[in-house]
């Protein structure tokens, strides 16, 4: 169930805290992220010197990451050729601390720090409303970007990494602990005190095999994501059964509206009623027989009939223009028919040239659809008598 949720509820709004202990107090720095598919994207990076300033600025509803380091984290190198530190690795109670472990070239960085420092912190916010998610130790996490950095020596937080091929080989302590270096990763510039942040972001998403840390348990994003599930399926039931709501209403509406126009049809007798469909009727055959005429079109039919005159040559003499002709010799008490968006033209003309010059001048009518030349002869005086059969677009 939860791996099908994880599917479609991620946790892509994060803030990673780093808690720098000091003697007698603590500060806090904040990175707010926003995940987009791979890329990740700063929101916000804040500071605060207490913890009162960190939980009135910092929205408590995303989930958070803690990465812990100063005082009482312990930051040691394990070379794998030295038997000693192979031994003091191997003699540590991990019950009894929280650690995370980056494999370098030649040796294992670790940073520890003992259990009940930690599980403090973590108690400390899940009662102010914070959703802890997971938690990290020390500032070798920065490591992980180097390839974006692609610096030798990076400043995380108050820790010098040195690299070499591509991957940590020292480390030193900072003298100056308030010493700044900004980097460019992508189109963000972070400091070093946020470096570590973006770095636990990125074993966060990834889960490098390089990395090894302590699990703890009660901290999981399984919580988190069911509660997220159960306040969509909440609103999601919310809005479901306000547009049920809003459903019944429009269609009692529409059927109280119905039941309304069936009871006035009721008050009318079944006479007038009858009438009014018949007038219906005959105002539909009107309109289809206007339709089938060709009466209906948007321009006069003695527009038509204009532009054909116009355009003949004054060589071609026209001896008929039937504009909508009647489609069959009419009988009485038959239907009459017309051919709607039709225009039959008959002449007569000694050049023949001229008549193709009209015919060329035709197919350029915009109104025009297509004409057909019925028929074309020439007589005993050699004169040309013809007949056009015009279509009309519809309009």
């Known amino acids: ?16 805290v780093g808690v720098i202990k000091k003697d007698n107090d603590e500060s806090y720095n904040v990175l707010t992220i926003q995940k987009k598919g791979d ?19 910092t929205d408590a509803k995303l989930p958070v990451l803690l990465v812990i380091d100063g005082k009482g984290v312990l930051n040691k190198e394990i070379n794998f050729n030295n038997e000693s530190d192979v031994n003091w690795q191997k003699n540590i109670d ?56 692609k610096k030798d020596t990076i400043l995380s937080n108050d820790l010098i990494l040195e690299f070499e091929n591509e991957k940590l080989a020292r480390f030193t302590k900072q003298i100056d602990a308030l010493k700044k270096e900004q980097y460019t990763i992508g189109k963000e510039n972070i400091s070093n005190y946020f470096l570590p942040l973006y770095g636990t972001l990125i074993h966060f998403f990834i889960q490098q095999k390089e ?12 919580e988190i994501v069911y509660k997220k599930a159960f306040a969509a399926f909440g609103i999601t039931m919310l809005i479901g059964f306000l547009l049920a ?15 309304a126009e069936l009871t006035v049809q009721n008050v009318y007798s079944n006479q007038s009623y009858q009438l009014i469909l018949d007038l219906e009727k005959q105002k539909e055959n009107k309109q289809r027989i206007l339709n ?11 527009f038509y009939g204009y532009e054909i005159i116009k355009a003949i040559p004054r060589d071609i003499s026209l001896t008929e223009l039937n504009i909508t002709p009647v489609g069959k010799e009419t009988k009485a008490g038959k239907k009459m028919s017309f051919e709607a968006k039709t225009i039959i033209v008959k002449g007569e003309t000694f050049r023949e040239s001229s008549f193709n010059t009209w015919m060329e001048g035709l197919k350029k009518m ?11 002869k020439k ?17």
Not at 39 to 57: C, G, P, R, W
Not at 123 to 146: C, E, H, P, R, T
Not at 245 to 255: H, R, T
Not at 366 to 376: A, C, R
């Open 1 to 16: 169930m939860i791996t099908y949720l994880s599917k479609i509820i991620k946790l892509n709004n994060i803030h990673v």
């Open 39 to 57: 890329k990740i994207d700063i929101v916000a990076m804040a500071s605060f010197d207490t913890f009162e300033e960190l939980h009135k600025n």
């Open 94 to 149: 991990f019950t009894s601390i929280y650690h995370t472990s980056l494999k370098g070239a030649d040796s294992n960085f670790i940073s520890f720090c003992r259990k009940n420092i930690v599980d403090d912190t973590i108690v400390k916010f899940q009662k102010n409303g914070f959703q802890v998610v997971d938690i990290y130790m020390g500032s070798f996490l920065s490591a992980l970007i180097y390839s974006a950095i």
């Open 211 to 222: 990395v090894s840390k302590t699990k703890n348990e009660n901290l999981n994003s399984e």
């Open 245 to 259: 709501l809003l459903s019944s209403y429009l269609l009692i509406q529409y059927y109280g509206s119905k039941h």
């Open 292 to 302: 089938e005429s060709g009466f209906s079109s948007s321009k006069f039919l003695s």
């Open 366 to 376: 915009n109104w025009l659809k297509q004409f057909e030349i019925i028929s074309l």
């Open 379 to 395: 007589d005993k005086k050699n004169k040309s008598q013809f007949e056009v059969k015009i279509t009309i677009k519809d309009v």
